[in-house]
Nanobody
Framework: QVQLVESGGGLVQAGGSLRLSCAAS????????MGWFRQAPGKEREFVAR????????YYADSVKGRFTLSRDNAKNMVYLQMTSLKPEDTAVYYC????????????????WGQGTQVTVSS
C-alpha cells in the first residue's frame, strides 16, 4: 500500500510559478508510476502528467505541455511538479496518484491517491 501526501499549493499571480511535492510512503516507491491530476471547480478531474518508474519517461496533457515539468527522486520517495507560466485556468485542486503500470492517463488505472492541494492562479 502507498500513502501519498501533496504539498506546495497556494495562491500565485498569472505568469508565476509553483512547485508541488508529493511524499510517498512505502519501500517499493520506485516500482510505481506516478501521476498528477487536477480538478477545477465544477469540472471533472483531469489528467495532468505521469512519470515512469525510473523517471526517464514523462507524458503531459496538451494543456500543460511546455509549462509543467514532472520529476521524481526515488531515494527520497518524492515526486515534484514544477509549474511555470501559470494561467487562471490552471486553478484547481491537484492530486498525486500512483499506478503499477505505465501508459495510462485514466484515473481508474491509478490505485492510490493523495488528499489534494489547492492551486489558485489570479489574473
Amino acid at each position: 500500500q502507498v500513502q501519498l501526501v501533496e504539498s506546495g499549493g497556494g495562491l500565485v499571480q498569472a505568469g508565476g510559478s509553483l512547485r508541488l511535492s508529493c511524499a510517498a510512503s512505502g519501500r517499493t516507491f520506485n516500482s510505481y508510476v506516478m501521476g498528477w491530476f487536477r480538478q477545477a471547480p465544477g469540472k471533472e478531474r483531469e489528467f495532468v502528467a505521469r512519470i515512469s518508474w525510473s523517471g526517464s519517461i514523462t507524458y503531459y496533457a496538451d494543456s500543460v505541455k511546455g509549462r509543467f515539468t514532472l520529476s521524481r527522486d526515488n531515494a527520497k520517495n518524492m515526486v515534484y511538479l514544477q509549474m511555470t507560466s501559470l494561467k487562471p485556468e490552471d486553478t484547481a485542486v491537484y492530486y498525486c496518484a500512483s499506478a503499477s503500470m505505465y501508459g495510462s492517463s485514466r484515473q481508474d488505472d491509478f490505485d492510490y491517491w493523495g488528499q489534494g492541494t489547492q492551486v489558485t492562479v489570479s489574473s
